[in-house]
């Protein structure tokens, strides 16, 4: 895997770009987020953080889709595509897919990979939560409620919202309290 991550950008842009140009814009967002977060981390965690972040949501692309649970698919196409374990591990478990993979029966294919529960990992569910679907910043309250509007007419993933609620908030107030920290560099405000 390349430390620029322009393989998993090819990869993400191949998939996405095309039929999907909103969900494009967001990954190239949380890249974007992904990027600057990741100047406070050790070259190999930094690499792994920004192929995550441009392939978080390739699993939504029609060519890569097969279960409907992107986490899932998308994980399974980063693996295909030979990136590193741990970047489909982390794909598969961003921001809290783990609920409403219980809420859709499909825990037992989800145990191909693993969440790592590592700063790594937070700081993923925080580029994706705080980048909004045309790819711009966004605050944990607005991007929930855009989620729960845009979901509106799809009990599972109102539940999986509500469920995974505290693991979310849990994850963003650890990146947050990392970047109190001074280790790592805050996104800016404006459009990152
Ligand atoms: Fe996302």
Redesign the pocket.
């Known amino acids: 895997m390349n430390a620029d991550g322009s393989a998993a950008a090819a990869a993400a842009r191949a998939a996405l770009a095309g039929p999907l140009p909103r969900?494009w814009a967001?990954?190239r967002g949380?890249a974007r987020r992904a990027r600057t977060l990741a100047v406070g981390l050790p070259p190999a965690d930094a690499a792994t953080l920004v192929a995550a972040a441009w392939l978080?949501?390739v699993g939504y692309a029609p060519t890569v889709a097969r279960t409907g649970f992107h986490p899932l698919d998308g994980a399974r196409y980063a693996h295909d595509l030979g990136f590193p374990d741990r970047v489909a591990h982390l794909v598969a478990y961003?921001?809290a897919a783990a609920v409403k993979a219980d809420l859709l029966g499909l825990t037992d294919q989800m145990a191909e990979f693993c969440d790592e529960q590592t700063l790594v990992r937070d700081l993923l569910w925080y580029a994706?939560m705080s980048?909004d679907p045309s790819g711009r910043p966004v605050s944990f309250d607005a991007r929930m409620a855009e989620v729960r509007r845009r979901r509106a007419d799809d009990p599972v993933a109102v539940a999986a919202l509500d469920l995974g609620m505290p693991a979310r908030r849990a994850a963003w107030e650890r990146a947050e309290a990392w970047l109190r920290s001074g280790a790592g560099q805050r996104p800016r405000a404006s459009r990152v």
């Open positions: 969900r967001h990954a949380v978080h949501d961003h921001s994706d980048t």
